[in-house]
Every structure is written in C-alpha cells, then in structure tokens.
C-alpha cells in the first residue's frame, strides 16, 4: 500500500466518489496505527504554466535594461513577481538583513502560486513588457502558442 494519496478535485459531481474512495484509504492507515497529516488547498501552478511564466521572463531579460543594466531571469523574475505583487496590495517587505550587511526584499514565492495566480502574474508580465517605449518582442512560448518547427512544422510542445 503507498504511503501517500493525492487526489484532484475540480467539481461536486467527481469529488464525491474520489473522497468516498479516499476515506477508504484513510481508514486502513489509521487503522494500522500511521499518523496521517490531511491537507486541501487550492491546485498550485501547473507545469504548463510555469513553462509560460519562466519563458516570459526569459524574453524580459533577453531585450531589457532595468537601473541601466541588463539583469539575468531570476533578477527579472524577483523585480516582476515584487512589483505584481503591489498592484495585488500584496506586502513586499524590505527588512535588515540577518547578517546586517544591507537589507533583503521578502515577497510571495512563485513556487506556491496557484493556477489563478500564475495566470495573473503571467498576464501582469506580458501587459508590462508590450507597455515599454521598446515593447519586448514574445517568443512563441510566450505567447502560450505551440512550437512549431519551422522546417517539419512540426508541433514540438506545448507551452500553456
């Protein structure tokens, strides 16, 4: 027997069956004396998603400057998660650093975005690089469009 259920509900109609065959599960554990440890959240981003949102800011930090100077993706993906997250009201804090050399920004983690939220964030991301004097120009992964192999035409992926 696994020592680990995960299930995804997306209506009454499906959940019902899927929690009646869960409970299931759950009883012979407990009844087998393992202490389990229950947790129902909101789906978190899908792979889909996270391909869309890192190409995205791969395309940012291909064609843009910010403070005059070219910063890698994970520069970009700090500065647009942080700045996505005061449009939201969202605290984005500078504290102390621990070792008190400076300070250090603590905002929401993209790893623990749900589906909505990477879609926002993905959203907030494209709105603000077509908004630029130089709008950035979107790859085909950017722009949730299948890749396409420009000699085969062949469907290589897709990115949404």
Known sequence: MSDR?????????????????AWKWVKSMLMAQHRLVLEIRPEKRSDAQNRLLHSRIADVA???????????AEAWK???????????????????????????VLYQRTS????????????FIMAWGSSLDTPVRWSLASLGADAVDPETGEILRAAA
């Open 112 to 123: 623990k975005l749900s589906r909505a939220e990477c879609s926002e964030l993905c959203d």
């Open 5 to 21: 259920l995960t299930i995804t509900l997306f209506n009454p109609v499906q959940a019902k069956p899927e929690l009646e065959a």
């Open 78 to 104: 700090r500065l647009l998660t942080a700045a996505w997250c005061r449009t939201r009201n969202e605290g984005v804090e500078m504290v102390p650093a621990i070792d008190g050399k400076g300070f250090d």
């Open 62 to 72: 291909r064609q843009c400057e910010w403070a005059g100077k070219k910063w890698d």
